[in-house]
């Protein structure tokens, strides 16, 4: 089984910043079968980013994914209001499938 | 636009079983791959399995082998999950979520049902 590990746990930051949330796997993850989720409160989780660094239908570009091999990234280049949220990765390429901790993102 | 709709929360006592549905509709329900995740209070996600509707073949997580059963309906276009021998660690929402193929990640998901599990 792929163990992901998130870091940090919780990221505390402004609006208007960059965060940079990393994803590190225990093994390689076979052709960067690599997702990033967010999630709300209350809600179900959202897919941002599949395939490392390609993202899902509908999400702002202000979201970019990023590594290959058993090191991934998370990006947000300028934080709006409504990201601040639990973020996953998961990795999905390899039975059975596994997420990380999720690190939470928070404003400061 | 695919759309999974999920049953409502049960509350269940240990050592017995509950049977969650998903609904989907839009899309080929047949095509696609539908994934079970819970999330224990205040926790992280957490794969337990998925099947393949239109082969009727499903894979679990080690952890819940034994104790966790997806079945798929075509007629209806419903996954079903049931959890046997319920303990309190059961206790979580369970959600059901489309992935396009099977070996894809999950783009859509359902709203999720709460399962409690209590003397």
């Known amino acids: 089984e792929i163990v992901l590990t998130q870091s940090p746990g919780t990221l505390s930051l402004s609006p208007g910043e960059r965060a940079t949330l990393s994803c590190r796997a225990s093994q390689s993850v076979s052709s960067s079968y690599l997702a990033w989720y967010q999630q709300k409160p209350g809600q179900a989780p959202r897919l941002l980013i599949y395939?490392?660094?390609s993202r899902a239908t509908g999400i702002p570009d202000r979201f970019s994914g990023s590594g290959s091999g058993t090191d991934f990234t998370l990006t947000i280049s300028r934080l709006e209001p409504e990201d601040f949220a639990v973020y996953y990765c998961q990795q999905y390429g390899s039975s059975p499938v596994t997420f990380g901790q999720g690190t939470k993102l928070e404003i400061k | 636009q695919v759309q999974l709709v999920q049953s409502g929360a049960e509350v269940k006592k240990p050592g017995s079983s509950v049977k969650v549905s998903c609904k989907a509709s839009?899309?080929?329900?047949?095509?696609?791959?539908i994934s079970w995740v819970r999330q224990a209070p205040g926790q992280g996600l957490e794969w337990m399995g998925r099947i393949i509707p239109i082969l009727g073949i499903a894979n679990y997580a080690q952890k819940f082998q034994g104790r966790v059963t997806i079945t798929a309906d075509k007629s209806t276009s419903t996954a079903y999950m049931e959890l046997s021998s319920l303990r309190s660690e059961d206790t979580a929402v369970y959600y059901c979520a489309r992935d396009t193929i099977y070996g894809s990640p999950s783009d859509y998901w359902g709203q999720g049902t709460l399962v409690t599990v209590s003397s």
């Open positions: 839009g899309g080929t329900f047949s095509s696609y791959t």
């Open positions: 395939g490392a660094s």
